[in-house]
């Protein structure tokens, strides 16, 4: 994956931006985590927060403007979050304010700073910081120009003191009652300290702009002008922000403090001869990418304080902390129990997914979540920026399969019981029996195959009689798993073979069973007329209606991940149970946004504890039963215990059977579905005679091995191929205390264990396990 | 596990207890020199479920992420 790839996709994900306060905020105080402060009690960590961002927490906390309120969420409820009653809270309620600070060592240059208000001051403590020598030039006889203004209540003078206590720790010389001018009662020229100083911070308020003449280019309304990012004036030495460029009308401290801040940067890059505009973006008030929902969030107005001068009580401040919504996006993470599982979100997994295909040598930590996905792109659907980690996982599981680096373990399984589905023992092409050509063929599917083979015997039925022209059939897998498993050059061959047998049969338009395949085919094969049955159904009408009075029942419709853009298909489900008399309820998460199933993208193949969690989370959705119109989700909700519906059990009824009770096939049982389902067609269908199998012998395996076999991924087929090799190479173990012989047989690349017994009528299976080492003797 | 194999496990062609030897067992190109039981005549090698379930699909899973 090219980093660039990588880059386009982080860029998707807003969860790392900044939160509207902090955007809003032209020093980007960290007023979210001074909240989270809050509630935790850790007032001091609160206290750090507000200093990293502002070298005067004591004032600022009291007499900040707050243009954090600009982009709160709360506003869009009730009212913006008061940040400045949390932060005064903070202050007043550390016992012992220490200030962390680095400074670095002293350096060769000089700093001039006119005009001592808290703008001028932020430049100085900045600078100072780096190490410049400082010296500040001010008009009147104190430091910090009009916050004397504010009264005592507002702001104690003794939070003034202890802030500009920190000027007395930095190389800052200050000069009072020294006016700056190129006048001539002006003490200092403008010009002079140009010439003796390496750079100028202009800041000296909005009083008597005009009378100072400057010497420097102003704009018609005789505003100095200056460059908005680096704070530059016609002077290239000479820097300017405050009061005296925002004027007297649009005043505003933290501004003030912001301009002092990035006069210093500039300064800093110009002394350092650097650019001084490269990497400036996000510098002051900007709107924010952050998306937060809120919806459902209860309206509940700013707390006030009893006592406005004393501040926010504890309580108080915990209840407005409370407020706050901690904005954050996740709404992907919302959704998906994947994307949950790994507690982080897409911009984090996008950067793990790219170190993971980087490393050399190593162990590859991010397999597991890559190969967990489902691919199911409901995270795109619900992302503000539409980005889809079911292609990434996609893609990287391509590139691993590709460098040989993808766990063999992984898909193994699922891949082998594909390949059953395209060997001769499923795969079936053929014309309808009496035609030579073919006006339709119907691919039902693997799965569908596998659990409900009785249902594909009958919709074949009902598709001949309907449909003129002869129906064709094509028995296989599309390569689904393939696809998902990162298997290129599987995926194109089975897909290869599917359009030589439908070349074969002569190109007609093909009829899906299941909505996977009908996506496929779809991407796949665009020469290719492609409809599901259920947009069929719902268009011939459906076969006759045995019973005459059903019970009508009220049934949850769970979409196909799948098709979740197949409008069409998915109204005609809706239309075909309303035709069989039955009443929809909608799930919350339906159409485009329906979840998967938990067996997408071999999910439950990859990591059955999150697929788990999938289902279990799918089928709490509702207390109604479930109708599926695939049969990996039916079987997958039924198994856990939901009562589930394929839509083929409600048009095809069998008498006497609860059919949404019934639990899935195993995997053995499924691929001998769709083996006898091949020899039944050809039977009853085509008249033909099949030869029988030649290593069948009888298998006894008592329920809970049948469990453990299913858990461990073991077929009864491999079980067989284990005892047949045990009894005719002899080779076996006899464990003497329990009459029992264990043998292990490797069919392809896992080596199978299994201990059993003999009977007259053929082997009971105790047990059986399997690895993948290999044994070199 | 080891008493149970000493005590009631035998090769069932060669009719004697297992003992144990080395055995290379390998996976994705790595070998492994282990001690396991097996048959001291016709060295057909016994794999407990303890083991394959346990340190060897451990062994397996480091394999496959490295």
């Not at chain 1, 006069?263 to 505009?277: G, V, Y």
């Not at chain 1, 063929?441 to 659990?451: D, E, I, M, N, R």
């Not at chain 1, 067609?681 to 008249?687: D, F, N, Q």
């Amino acid at each position: 994956m090219e980093q660039k790839v990588l880059r386009e996709a982080e860029k998707k994900c807003v969860q790392e931006e900044l939160p509207g306060c902090s955007a809003s905020c032209p020093v980007h105080v960290d007023a979210r985590g001074i909240v989270a402060a809050v509630r935790k009690g850790d007032c001091k960590v609160g206290v750090q927060l507000l200093h990293n961002m502002v070298p005067f927490p004591r004032i600022i906390s009291r007499i900040c403007d707050q243009l954090c309120h600009g982009q709160c969420k709360r506003q869009e409820i009730d009212e913006s979050i008061g940040i400045n009653g949390l932060e005064q809270y903070c202050i007043d309620n550390s016992d012992e304010v220490f200030l962390k600070m680095a400074q670095l060592p002293s350096r060769d240059k000089k700093v001039a700073i006119i005009g001592g208000g808290l703008s001028g001051l932020t430049a100085a403590v900045e600078l100072g910081k780096k190490g410049y020598t400082i010296v500040i030039f001010e008009a009147t006889d104190r430091l910090g120009g009009n916050i004397w203004e504010y009264s005592v209540n507002r702001l104690p003078r003794q939070n003034i003191v202890d802030d500009f206590a920190l000027l007395k720790k930095l190389p800052i010389t200050i000069n009072f009652n020294a006016p700056v001018g190129n006048e001539n009662y002006s003490t200092l020229s403008l010009n002079n300290l140009c010439a003796t100083f390496d750079a100028v911070y202009l800041a000296i308020g909005c009083a008597n702009l005009i009378s100072v003449h400057l010497g420097l280019v102003c704009d018609e309304k005789g505003d100095i002008e200056i460059d908005a990012v680096t704070r530059v004036t016609s002077n290239p030495k000479v820097f300017a922000g405050g009061s005296l460029i925002l004027g007297v009308d649009h005043k505003s401290i933290i501004t003030s403090i912001s301009h002092g801040k990035r006069a210093a940067n500039s300064m800093d890059r110009l002394l350092q001869n650097a650019s001084l505009t490269g990497s400036r973006e996000n510098e002051g008030s900007f709107a924010t990418l952050l998306y937060t929902n809120v919806d459902g969030v209860e309206p509940q107005v700013r707390t006030q304080s009893a006592d406005p001068d004393a501040g926010y009580t504890a309580e108080e401040a915990l209840e407005e902390a409370n407020r706050c919504l901690l904005c954050e996006c996740l709404e992907c993470v919302k959704v998906c129990e994947y994307l949950a599982h790994f507690r982080g979100y897409p911009r984090r997994y996008v950067r793990e997914v790219y170190n993971n295909l980087s490393i050399v040598m190593g162990i590859h930590h991010a397999n597991k979540m890559i190969n967990a996905c489902n691919l199911c792109g409901l995270c795109e659907q619900v992302c503000p920026g539409n980005l889809n980690m079911g292609e990434i996982c996609r893609e990287a599981r391509h590139l691993m399969v590709g460098r040989g680096k993808m766990p063999p373990a992984v898909h193994d399984f699922a891949l082998r019981d594909m390949l059953f589905s395209n060997s001769k023992t499923f795969v079936l092409s053929k014309h309808q029996p009496g035609f030579t050509t073919s006006s339709a063929v119907f691919f039902p599917g693997c799965q569908l195959s596998a659990s409900s083979p009785q249902h594909v015997n009958k919709m074949y039925q009902f598709l001949r009689e309907k449909i003129t022209g002869g129906v064709g059939l094509i028995l296989g897998c599309c390569g689904v798993p393939a696809d998902w498993a990162g298997q290129e050059n599987l995926f194109k061959e089975t897909l290869y073979n599917i359009k030589e047998s439908w070349h074969k049969l002569g190109a007609p338009r093909v009829i899906t069973g299941c909505p996977t395949c009908y996506s496929v085919f779809k991407r796949e094969f665009p020469e290719m007329v492609v409809e599901s049955i259920w947009t069929l159904l719902d268009r011939i009408g459906l076969p006759d209606q045995i019973e005459e009075n059903i019970a009508p029942l009220r049934l949850a419709v769970h979409d196909t991940c799948t098709t979740r853009h197949e409008t069409k298909l998915q109204q005609s489900i809706r239309s075909i149970l309303h035709k069989l008399g039955h009443h929809v309820e909608e799930l919350k998460n339906s159409h485009e946004i329906t979840t998967c199933c938990g067996y997408g993208g071999l999910m439950q193949f990859a990591n059955k504890e999150i697929a788990n969690k999938v289902i279990n989370k799918r089928i709490a959705e509702s207390h109604h039963d479930y109708l599926t119109y695939c049969a990996m989700c039916r079987d997958n909700f039924a198994n856990q215990g939901k009562r589930t519906y394929h839509l083929l059990d409600l048009i095809f009824k069998i008498e006497g059977q609860d059919l949404a009770g019934q639990k899935g096939p195993g995997y053995s049982e499924r691929q001998e579905n769709r083996a006898r389902l091949k020899t039944t067609l050809l039977k009853e269908v085509w008249g033909e005679t099949v030869d029988k199998e030649e290593t069948n012998i009888a298998l006894m395996i008592p329920e809970h091995v049948r469990n453990l076999m299913e858990e461990r991924m073991i077929l009864k087929a491999d079980v067989a191929k284990v005892i047949v090799h045990g009894e005719s190479t002899g080779n076996k173990f006899k464990n003497t205390e329990k009459d029992t012989y264990i043998a292990y047989f490797k069919p392809i690349s896992v080596t199978y264990w299994v201990e059993y017994s003999l009977q007259a009528d053929g082997f009971v299976v105790h047990n059986s396990y399997s690895h993948r080492l290999e044994i070199k003797g | 596990m080891d008493k149970q194999v000493q005590d009631a496990i035998i090769c069932n062609k060669c009719r004697i207890p297992l003992t144990l030897g080395k055995v290379t067992l390998s996976y994705l190109g790595s070998d492994f020199p282990v001690e396991l039981y097996k048959c001291p005549q016709c060295s057909l090698v016994f794999i407990p479920e303890e083991l394959a379930k346990g340190k060897m699909d451990q062994v397996e899973k480091a394999l496959e992420d490295k």
